[in-house]
């Protein structure tokens, strides 16, 4: 099956750091785009990273910069969202997705999705 599997969330204080984990099967990320968005409850989804392995671009949204980090790792097929000093405005699920990433304008989902991991920071 060609699918992504987004893992790593769960319950954090506020100030404390989650590794999201975004692993595939069925195809690899060396000739892709990976993006993680967000959405909380009564929210619009919003755009929070994304890579592309093609030309290095990388994309933060503004509300994440200086405390969030995306990476790659081929050898394991996995993208990462290393998340620090978390808010409890950071809750949400998030979703790992192949998308259109540009550092200028943003990410727009373009094909799979994995399903939710439940981010919950406490204050």
């Known amino acids: 099956d060609v699918q992504l599997q987004a893992s790593g969330g769960g319950l954090v204080q506020a100030g404390g750091s989650l590794r999201l984990s975004c692993a595939a099967s069925?195809?690899?990320?060396?000739?892709?785009?990976i993006g993680w968005f967000r959405q909380a409850p009564g929210k619009e989804r919003e755009g929070v990273s994304c890579?592309?392995?093609?030309?290095?671009?990388?994309y933060y949204a503004d509300s994440v910069k200086g405390r969030f980090t995306i990476s790659s790792d081929n050898a394991k097929n996995t993208v990462y969202l290393q998340m620090n000093s978390l808010k409890p405005e950071d809750t949400a699920a998030y979703y790992c997705?192949?998308?259109?990433?540009?550092?200028?304008?943003?990410?727009?989902?373009?094909?799979?999705w994995g399903q939710g991991t439940q981010v919950t920071v406490s204050s």
């Open positions: 069925g195809f690899t990320f060396d000739d892709d785009a």
């Open positions: 997705a192949q998308v259109v990433c540009s550092s200028r304008y943003g990410q727009v989902g373009n094909g799979l």
């Open positions: 890579f592309d392995s093609r030309d290095g671009d990388i």
